[in-house]
């Protein structure tokens, strides 16, 4: 895999992990969704006037673009892969933003997915 096309892919990932750090902030600031359909709806209404929760949409499109034009110029057998580098995004980010605790043992399986897509990354 070309470094550039590896870069591309990796943008991919990191909107990807930008829009579920996006949708946490929205959730956290609208509330948590349960209840029967009613109270759900009302939550989605909350959840629709969140700029965060729109931000993480729009995170996501780019991601989908980006992801495509990354697929255009990899086999999906090599760049499949590479979405597994999103947990360390997300988790590294989530720590680091939103003080959510990541334990050793988290950070050990992220390892050994990292070790995986290292291994795919170099077939």
């Known amino acids: 895999m070309k470094f550039a096309d590896f870069l591309f892919l990796m943008f991919g990932v990191v909107l990807n992990a930008a829009a579920q750090l996006g949708l946490k902030v929205a959730t956290a600031e609208s ?3 349960r ?7 009302a939550s989605a ?5 969140v700029p965060a929760f729109w931000l993480a949409l729009a995170a ?3 991601s989908v673009v980006t992801w495509v034009v990354g697929l255009s110029r990899v086999p999906v057998s090599q760049a499949y892969p590479m979405l ?3 947990y360390l995004a997300t988790a590294g980010l989530a720590s680091a933003l939103l003080n959510e605790p990541v334990s050793a043992m988290r950070w050990t399986g992220i390892g050994v997915i990292i070790v995986g897509v290292w291994l795919v990354a170099r077939s």
């Open 45 to 49: 209404q909350k959840l629709l006037l």
């Open 35 to 41: 209840g029967d359909a009613v109270e759900m709806l």
């Open 31 to 33: 509330g948590p969704i």
């Open 84 to 86: 597994s580098l999103g």
């Open 60 to 62: 996501y499109g780019i």
